[in-house]
């Protein structure tokens, strides 16, 4: 059986000047602009009270985001709000100022005209940006990684985005996408991957996806719980990490909650930096092989990865059985408990801390982190069935027990 590897964050501290952009401020005015759209709601926080006995820990939430503007997944905040900054940067405005109504009337056709935005993703960001392109009236050319699923493809289709699948993994469909962008008038990359010389976008839908945070810290208090003492979050290009890590940070910069990163161990770059533990960036490569679809990125976001590696306490590197039991758990829970349909990347954090709680193997990594019964324990499920074939092979099927 492939073993859960973890490595507790020793590396040397930085200016921590990124943590600034996930500064309370920011994050409001991206939940404000997402508030403006007819389609928002505020998605499920599921208390797991019965979870939570059963498994030895004070209190279990999981921020359910399979009902996020229904369309099954979290990405769409960052890409509709790094939309919404780059048209208002453009017209020289801040973005409090175009909301879901400016943005599709007819003002800003004259003022703005129509730009082409270009992404790669594995299927939920790329939905995401084809989606918000779609209501916004621009344009959206996704590229996706091979073994890309045909469920996700068609999903991304129907929102009148230009889509294919390319023979080159996640992080190559980057640089293809990026490129296109470059040589097409009106062209914009909007990939939460940051490298030297593209930060702005990834920044802004870093601040989109803090909506999702800022909902489940306000959701927690209305349950009586004022500060969750762990947080469990996945990581791919480490984005919706250093997103989540940045604006829980900035909220409780007094007593900041333990942070546990985790990852797919097929494509683990931020472990790897964190286990080398001098702070450099460390690069996975190859096919990235994974049930975790959307976690399959060998190369951190290095914005992400400044916040992450000046606050986060661990960095986890999870075998896909560790997903796929959490899948299995949060589809059949405890009696009482509600049910979370959630996906292979979104329910990585629900199997390791089951693993963390039942098996004496990781007592180490448990007591490492300081789980126990006055643990009140957040995770983030950010997907729900986006591959329904898969996830009823795991779920009903048994896939990928631990082996």
Request: hydrophobic letters at 40%; one cysteine or more.
């Given at each position: 059986?492939?073993?859960?590897?973890?490595?507790?964050?020793?590396?040397?501290?930085?200016?921590?000047?990124?943590?600034?952009?996930?500064?309370?401020?920011?994050?409001?005015?991206?939940?404000?602009?997402?508030?403006?759209?007819?389609?928002?709601?505020?998605?499920?926080?599921?208390?797991?009270?019965?979870?939570?006995?059963?498994?030895?820990?004070?209190?279990?939430?999981?921020?359910?985001?399979?009902?996020?503007?229904?369309?099954?997944?979290?990405?769409?905040?960052?890409?509709?709000?790094?939309?919404?900054?780059?048209?208002?940067?453009?017209?020289?405005?801040?973005?409090?100022?175009?909301?879901?109504?400016?943005?599709?009337?007819?003002?800003?056709?004259?003022?703005?005209?129509?730009?082409?935005?270009?992404?790669?993703?594995?299927?939920?960001?790329?939905?995401?940006?084809?989606?918000?392109?779609?209501?916004?009236?621009?344009?959206?050319?996704?590229?996706?990684?091979?073994?890309?699923?045909?469920?996700?493809?068609?999903?991304?289709?129907?929102?009148?985005?230009?889509?294919?699948?390319?023979?080159?993994?996640?992080?190559?469909?980057?640089?293809?996408?990026?490129?296109?962008?470059?040589?097409?008038?009106?062209?914009?990359?909007?990939?939460?991957?940051?490298?030297?010389?593209?930060?702005?976008?990834?920044?802004?839908?870093?601040?989109?996806?803090?909506?999702?945070?800022?909902?489940?810290?306000?959701?927690?208090?209305?349950?009586?719980?004022?500060?969750?003492?762990?947080?469990?979050?996945?990581?791919?290009?480490?984005?919706?990490?250093?997103?989540?890590?940045?604006?829980?940070?900035?909220?409780?910069?007094?007593?900041?909650?333990?942070?546990?990163?985790?990852?797919?161990?097929?494509?683990?770059?931020?472990?790897?930096?964190?286990?080398?533990?001098?702070?450099?960036?460390?690069?996975?490569?190859?096919?990235?092989?994974?049930?975790?679809?959307?976690?399959?990125?060998?190369?951190?976001?290095?914005?992400?990865?400044?916040?992450?590696?000046?606050?986060?306490?661990?960095?986890?590197?999870?075998?896909?059985?560790?997903?796929?039991?959490?899948?299995?758990?949060?589809?059949?829970?405890?009696?009482?408990?509600?049910?979370?349909?959630?996906?292979?990347?979104?329910?990585?954090?629900?199997?390791?801390?089951?693993?963390?709680?039942?098996?004496?193997?990781?007592?180490?990594?448990?007591?490492?982190?300081?789980?126990?019964?006055?643990?009140?324990?957040?995770?983030?499920?950010?997907?729900?069935?986006?591959?329904?074939?898969?996830?009823?092979?795991?779920?009903?099927?048994?896939?990928y027990q631990e082996i």
């Amino acid at each position: 059986m492939k073993k859960i590897q973890w490595a507790k964050n020793n590396m040397p501290k930085t200016a921590d000047k990124q943590l600034a952009v996930m500064s309370l401020e920011n994050v409001g005015k991206a939940r404000k602009f997402h508030e403006s759209f007819p389609q928002y709601s505020v998605t499920p926080l599921a208390q797991l009270k019965g979870m939570a006995e059963h498994l030895g820990l004070g209190s279990l939430f999981v921020k359910d985001e399979s009902y996020r503007f229904g369309l099954n997944a979290f990405k769409v905040l960052g890409g509709s709000f790094a939309m919404a900054r780059y048209i208002a940067g453009q017209l020289g405005k801040d973005v409090s100022e175009v909301d879901y109504n400016y943005l599709t009337g007819d003002k800003l056709k004259e003022e703005f005209g129509q730009a082409t935005f270009f992404t790669a993703t594995d299927g939920n960001h790329g939905r995401g940006v084809a989606w918000a392109a779609n209501r916004l009236g621009q344009k959206a050319v996704v590229l996706m990684p091979k073994g890309s699923v045909q469920s996700r493809f068609n999903n991304i289709a129907k929102e009148g985005a230009q889509v294919s699948i390319e023979e080159v993994n996640y992080d190559e469909c980057v640089r293809r996408a990026n490129a296109m962008a470059e040589k097409t008038e009106h062209g914009v990359m909007v990939q939460d991957t940051a490298w030297e010389g593209y930060e702005d976008i990834p920044a802004w839908i870093m601040q989109g996806y803090g909506t999702m945070a800022s909902e489940a810290a306000q959701q927690l208090k209305e349950a009586g719980v004022d500060r969750p003492t762990h947080i469990f979050i996945q990581a791919g290009v480490g984005s919706l990490a250093g997103a989540v890590q940045g604006y829980f940070a900035n909220l409780f910069h007094d007593c900041e909650p333990t942070v546990v990163v985790m990852e797919a161990q097929a494509a683990d770059c931020l472990y790897q930096g964190a286990k080398a533990g001098d702070g450099d960036i460390r690069i996975v490569d190859g096919d990235l092989s994974t049930i975790m679809a959307g976690l399959a990125c060998g190369e951190p976001n290095i914005i992400s990865w400044d916040i992450l590696k000046n606050h986060s306490a661990f960095f986890v590197s999870c075998p896909d059985w560790v997903s796929a039991k959490g899948m299995r758990m949060l589809g059949a829970p405890v009696k009482g408990d509600p049910q979370v349909i959630s996906g292979e990347s979104g329910a990585v954090g629900m199997g390791l801390i089951a693993t963390l709680m039942t098996e004496p193997e990781y007592a180490e990594l448990k007591e490492a982190i300081g789980l126990d019964e006055n643990s009140r324990v957040l995770m983030f499920s950010t997907e729900g069935d986006t591959d329904p074939e898969n996830y009823r092979k795991i779920v009903w099927g048994g896939a990928y027990q631990e082996i």
